[in-house]
């Protein structure tokens, strides 16, 4: 099949494709960081609200879990309360690359930023995995108990809020990814 040649000034096939593709990532990417910041502010809202008191054996001791008990978790709410601030202050540069295609310095830098962000959202979210596994299983080698058959309410919303945090770092990993595709056709 032959082609015609193109006149000058007028756009090649090729690079229309292009143009499409980072046009698309770049929503695509826009579309991301909304959700991965849903992610990061329902982890962080769950996890900070969490608190249960059960009463003991006669009724007169009252037993209170909250997160702010565990340095952990602690660490969790402000992992992913960093992260979605990032990610809520970063949109509108993501917009930018939405209307300027061919941003690659700016791209570049919400790559960096966005695998530290990466790596602060899974350590928050892997470190409180430790600690809920140890609360439904427990230690019988350290003599740790699993403590969910008492506080069950409190188990389940941790439970709940690793979910978002894990399902926002898997969020992030693909904004990393169609943030170098976007880079490697500008």
């Not at 695509?28 to 769950?46: D, K, N, Q, V, Y």
């Not at 930018?96 to 962000?117: E, G, P, Q």
Request: proline share 4%.
């Amino acid at each position: 099949m032959k082609t015609e040649p193109h006149e000058p000034g007028e756009p090649s096939n090729e690079a229309t494709q292009a143009e499409l593709l980072i046009s698309g990532v770049a929503i695509l990417e826009f579309i991301l960081r909304f959700f991965a910041a849903a992610g990061t502010l329902g982890s962080a809202m769950a996890m900070g609200t969490t608190e249960e008191t059960v009463p003991l054996f006669p009724q007169s001791i009252l037993l209170n879990a909250e997160y702010s008990d565990l340095p952990m978790f602690t660490f969790f709410v402000i992992a992913n309360s960093v992260a979605c601030a990032y990610l809520v202050l970063s949109l509108p540069l993501s917009f930018y690359h939405i209307i300027r295609r061919s941003a690659k310095n700016s791209r570049i830098i919400l790559v960096v930023f966005d695998t530290a962000m990466l790596a602060l959202v899974t350590s928050g979210a892997s470190t409180a995995a430790a600690i809920v596994y140890l609360a439904h299983k427990g230690n019988a080698n350290a003599n740790w108990f699993a403590i969910c058959q008492q506080f069950n309410s409190f188990c389940e919303r941790t439970s709940g809020s690793l979910i978002g945090s894990f399902a926002a770092a898997f969020i992030l990993i693909l904004i990393i990814i169609s943030s170098t595709i976007a880079i490697s056709q500008c």
